[in-house]
């Protein structure tokens, strides 16, 4: 099995640059631990007997910058940094345009999800070569409510959701490669916009997208408070590794 990694990573990082910690610098350019956040996700993935490759998709003014970077650390997969789009649909696309057609599956990852772990990506790797999409995803533990606007900038809420029907999605994202080509010819075709890669492949009739259990560590780092969360995260991930 080989499979073919997409790290997203033209976002504009709004909510993140309207913070002090964060201004002036996109927030997978964020350093943790003196290294970049889209790096620091790359690694785990390079650790990974079954990926081959990895795909950065930026901005076109960061190509330059963030090949170097890559480049530099010398990781035990080859990275390819390719020019994103103003969406992320968009950026996976055109990354998904770069891909080796030899791969079995392409994994779309955040570029902001450090800390996804090996089982899990094992395990979704493993779950997609057998049913040919999946996902990670987690329950939600809060109530989740059904709302509706209301004038005088009120909401009110119009049913409670049980949560076992719900997840939470989270990435990788993982398909069939053949699976996920088809299944961004069909929206561009008709435009249609998709939250997130599975809701792409939903709309094919050949197969059902599976879940697999995730973690709450596998957080996406969107505002600043996440970067402290982050810093603990790698705290006990450095712990972990020092242990005989």
């Given at each position: 099995?080989?499979?073919?990694?997409?790290?997203?990573?033209?976002?504009?990082?709004?909510?993140?640059a309207?913070?002090?910690?964060?201004?002036?610098?996109?927030?997978q350019?964020?350093?943790l631990?003196?290294?970049?956040?889209?790096?620091?996700?790359?690694?785990?993935?390079?650790?990974?007997?079954a990926?081959?490759?990895?795909?950065?998709?930026v901005?076109?003014?960061?190509?330059?910058?963030t090949?170097g970077?890559?480049?530099?650390?010398?990781?035990a997969k080859?990275?390819?940094?390719?020019?994103?789009?103003?969406?992320?649909?968009?950026?996976?696309?055109?990354?998904?345009?770069?891909?080796?057609p030899?791969?079995?599956l392409?994994?779309?990852h955040?570029?902001?999800?450090?800390?996804?772990?090996?089982?899990?990506?094992?395990?979704?790797?493993?779950e997609?070569?057998?049913?040919?999409?999946?996902?990670?995803?987690?329950?939600p533990?809060d109530?989740v409510?059904?709302?509706?606007?209301?004038?005088?900038?009120?909401i009110?809420?119009r049913?409670?959701?049980?949560?076992?029907?719900?997840?939470?999605?989270?990435?990788?994202?993982v398909?069939?490669?053949?699976?996920?080509?088809?299944?961004?010819?069909?929206?561009?075709?008709?435009?249609?916009?998709?939250?997130?890669?599975?809701?792409?492949?939903?709309?094919?009739?050949e197969?059902?997208?599976?879940?697999v259990?995730?973690?709450?560590?596998?957080i996406?780092?969107?505002k600043?408070?996440?970067?402290?969360?982050?810093?603990?995260?790698?705290?006990t991930?450095?712990a972990?590794?020092?242990?005989?």
């Amino acid at each position: 099995m080989k499979v073919s990694v997409i790290l997203p990573a033209a976002g504009l990082g709004t909510r993140m640059a309207r913070s002090a910690a964060g201004a002036g610098s996109r927030k997978q350019f964020l350093p943790l631990d003196g290294v970049p956040l889209f790096l620091y996700t790359a690694r785990k993935f390079a650790e990974c007997e079954a990926v081959a490759e990895i795909l950065v998709a930026v901005r076109p003014e960061d190509v330059e910058w963030t090949q170097g970077v890559a480049d530099g650390a010398h990781l035990a997969k080859p990275v390819k940094v390719v020019e994103g789009g103003d969406a992320r649909q968009d950026s996976v696309d055109r990354a998904l345009a770069h891909v080796d057609p030899g791969v079995d599956l392409v994994a779309v990852h955040d570029a902001v999800r450090p800390f996804i772990d090996r089982p899990t990506m094992e395990a979704v790797f493993a779950e997609a070569a057998r049913s040919g999409a999946a996902i990670v995803g987690i329950v939600p533990v809060d109530t989740v409510k059904q709302v509706e606007p209301r004038p005088e900038n009120r909401i009110a809420i119009r049913a409670t959701i049980p949560r076992d029907h719900l997840v939470l999605a989270q990435t990788p994202q993982v398909f069939r490669y053949d699976l996920l080509c088809r299944a961004f010819a069909a929206a561009r075709a008709d435009g249609f916009i998709g939250t997130d890669e599975a809701s792409l492949v939903e709309r094919l009739d050949e197969v059902e997208v599976s879940v697999v259990a995730g973690t709450d560590r596998n957080i996406k780092i969107t505002k600043p408070g996440d970067l402290a969360l982050a810093r603990l995260f790698l705290q006990t991930e450095q712990a972990g590794q020092e242990q005989p």
